[in-house]
């Protein structure tokens, strides 16, 4: 499917950002390995979180979806899972995929994992490999790709500095501790996002947590919660560049999720000038959230790098948009993961950006762009890749002709529905 999108005149209007992937995810994960219901509320209903549902429902866990955003999970207990009678298809998801192997390295019974041919490429040796040294017992395709065959087997808890700052990874590692029977203790380079510590706590298991090491420990026990999922970020994030880069607009994004594990955008577009404000804050779950309120603004190149890095590092495509429209140089440096993601978002970014008519070049661990660049309207690739189609689409608000974008239909990974949102804000 295509969609061919338009400029705008301005944006202005008021909307509800769906729920966070990350924290749906989860919520359905230790729902089903706790004892009791857990209520989830603003749940995601996406085809990545669809994945999660069918692999917990495949294992025996009942999940009523009692309306689009509210799903009850009928917990099984730490040890109530099912084997699986066939192989666990992960779909587009990363997070099912890596977070599903440490769960499941630890069951007393066996399971294979696999994915789409987006994912079949994505790298599991990061998973893998710690996963052996606690005693798992998992096979993946040339050691390093899905499909992943895992024999339930007894786990030890290791010490493990993390090549790569990946929640992924960490949260993997965090889950096979449950199962096993000595404590983990995890370092990671940079701090990622902490959605699975802050749920994890909140259902009664342990962590000790200082900066960038956690001690994981085995549980006895997790307890059903009501998880309220703040808005997925990563989703406001079309929106909040839209705010600041189609003229005379202002948005107001309500119930954004602000854990500062997740709000490098924020700081970015504020430091390259963005009139950003927040709002009606709250917590729920340790979780803050609050509301987000955007004005059109002259923004100014920057340096992206380092710690910031996992910060923001699903929203880099959407910030290179904003970065062709700034005065000056911005430069994304220390963003290798960007090649292992939905794409290769070094390279498939470039793409985009070049074929509008930004200046823009690829580098070993990012990109550089100098702008501003009035962009062109012309036919882009999402590359099956939901982000990039989002900032495809919010750059045709921009691009001068139409912008027509192929294989749009992944936006329903991440956000079904999003151009009926944009095109709600329209004036
Ligand atoms: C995620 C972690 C990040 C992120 C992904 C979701 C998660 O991946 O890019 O979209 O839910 O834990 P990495 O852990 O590989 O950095």
Redesign the pocket.
């Known amino acids: 499917m295509k969609l061919t999108v338009t400029p705008a005149k301005r944006l202005a209007g008021e909307i509800r950002i769906p729920g966070d ?2 924290i749906s ?1 989860r919520a359905i994960m230790l729902g089903s390995i706790a004892k009791g219901d857990t209520h989830i509320s603003h749940f995601l209903m996406s085809d990545d979180c669809l994945s999660t549902i069918r692999a917990f429902r495949q294992m025996g866990v009942p999940i009523e979806i009692t309306n689009p955003e509210t799903v009850i999970v009928k917990g099984q207990g730490l040890h109530g899972l099912k084997a699986p009678n066939s192989a666990i298809d992960a779909g587009n998801s ?2 099912t995929a890596r977070l599903l192997a440490g769960l499941l390295a630890g069951q007393s019974f066996n399971s294979i994992i696999t994915g789409d041919d987006s994912l079949r490429k994505r790298p599991m040796d990061r998973v893998i490999i710690p996963l052996r040294q606690m005693g798992a017992n998992i096979t993946g395709t040339q050691d390093k790709y899905l499909p992943l065959s895992i024999r339930g087997s007894a786990l030890k808890g290791i010490n493990y500095h993390m090549p790569v ?5 960490k ?1 993997c590692l965090i889950l096979a501790t449950l199962y096993a029977d000595t404590p983990s203790r995890i370092f990671e380079p940079a701090l ?2 902490n959605h699975t510590e802050l749920m994890l706590q909140a259902f009664g298991g342990r962590l000790d947590i200082y900066n960038n090491e956690i001690i994981a420990y085995p549980a006895n026990q997790l307890y059903g919660q009501h998880v309220h999922v703040p808005g997925d970020i990563s989703s406001a994030a079309f929106f909040i560049t839209a705010g600041l880069l189609v003229p005379n607009s202002t948005l107001v994004l309500k119930g954004v999720g602000l854990n500062p594990t997740r709000t490098g955008i924020l700081d970015v577009y504020k430091e390259m000038g963005g009139d950003i404000a927040i709002e009606n804050t709250s917590t729920s779950g340790g979780e803050p959230m609050g509301d987000i309120i955007v004005k059109t603004s002259n923004l100014e190149g920057t340096v992206i790098g380092g710690q910031l890095i ?1 910060r923001l ?2 929203e880099i495509p959407v910030i290179a948009l904003a970065a062709t429209q700034a005065q000056g140089t911005t430069i994304i440096k220390d963003a290798q ?1 960007l090649k292992v ?1 939905e794409s290769n978002r070094i390279a498939t970014v470039v793409d985009i950006l070049s074929r509008l008519g930004a200046d823009i070049e690829a580098t070993d661990d990012g990109m550089v762009i100098h702008g501003p660049t009035p962009l062109k309207g012309n036919q882009v690739d999402s590359f099956g890749d939901h982000r990039l189609a989002m900032m495809a689409a919010i750059a045709g608000l921009i691009a001068q002709g139409e912008t027509t974008i192929n294989s749009w239909e992944c936006v329903n990974i991440s956000f079904p529905g999003f151009y009926d949102v944009l095109s709600s804000l329209q004036k």
Request: charge should be positive.
């Open positions: 992937k990350s995810h990363g997070t700052a990946s929640a992924q990874v949260s990622s996002r996992p590092i699903d993961e993601k």
